[in-house]
Nanobody, 118 residues
Framework: QVQLVESGGGLVQPGGSLRLSCAAS????????MNWYRQAPGNERELVAR????????NYADSVKDRFTISRDNNKKTVYLQMNSLQSSDTAVYYC???????????WGKGTLVTVSS
């Protein structure tokens, strides 16, 4: 059974930090690029960060560049999103996504809520 389970969300003050984790199971993790998306109320889901299957390449949305860092541990089948200098505009549900590098298979987690507020 395929599972992507996000954790690490919560309430944080502006300027603070959070680290999200996404634990994967049920598929060959090293064969998938991993992505973090987010969706704020009333907004469309947007891609925040992406990491290649080997971890050698990363990409970020302009809005989070230099503040967020995506990483992965293929041995632990886990992808991370380190979020620093958080702003109120970062408030959203954050979703983990896995996308196969050789097929159209992709999987989604159920999301974790990040609220940035004083």
């Amino acid at each position: 059974q395929v599972q992507l389970v996000e954790s690490g969300g919560g309430l944080v003050q502006p300027g603070g930090s959070l680290r999200l984790s996404c634990a994967a199971s049920g598929f060959i993790f090293s064969g998938y690029a991993m992505n973090w998306y987010r969706q704020a109320p009333g907004n469309e889901r947007e891609l925040v960060a992406r990491i290649s299957s080997t971890g050698g390449n990363t990409n970020y949305a302009d809005s989070v560049k230099d503040r967020f860092t995506i990483s992965r541990d293929n041995n632990k089948k886990t992808v991370y999103l380190q979020m620093n200098s958080l702003q109120s505009s970062d408030t959203a549900v954050y979703y983990c996504n896995a996308r196969s590098v050789i097929s159209r298979m992709e999987y989604w987690g159920k999301g974790t809520l990040v609220t940035v507020s004083s």
